[in-house]
Nanobody, 118 residues
Framework: VQLQASGGGLVQAGGSLILSCAAS????????VGWFRQAPGKERERVAT????????VYADSVKGRFTISRDNAKNLVYLQMNSLEPEDTAVYYC????????????WGQGTLVTVSS
């Protein structure tokens, strides 16, 4: 099983980016997927999660109203649309997946760096 996060880059404050998480070796439709981030010197933070059916995504307070998580099970992809980016959003972003009934996140991608300049 592999998860591949992509779409990171350098963007100015106020800009937008779309991150993608692609899965191989598993069928995403049976899994919840989450986006996490870790900034230098900080603990990993859960940014957004989405269930297998896309219902009721959950967001961290710090990104509510700015980020949107979505999924395309037919393509085995999960997205994170990030708008109104702030320098505080600078971090390595990771996607992870788990069975809906699992407590712990089972599979992790390698991370993609998002840098927001002021």
């Amino acid at each position: 099983v592999q998860l591949q996060a992509s779409g990171g880059g350098l963007v100015q404050a106020g800009g937008s980016l779309i991150l993608s998480c692609a899965a191989s070796g598993l069928t995403f439709s049976g899994y919840s997927v989450g986006w996490f981030r870790q900034a230098p010197g900080k603990e990993r933070e859960r940014v957004a999660t989405i269930k297998w059916n896309g219902v009721n995504p959950v967001y961290a307070d710090s990104v509510k109203g700015r980020f949107t998580i979505s999924r395309d099970n037919a393509k085995n992809l999960v997205y994170l649309q990030m708008n109104s980016l702030e320098p505080e959003d600078t971090a390595v972003y990771y996607c992870a997946s788990k069975l809906s009934t699992a407590v712990s996140w089972m599979y992790w991608g390698q991370g993609t760096l998002v840098t927001v300049s002021s």
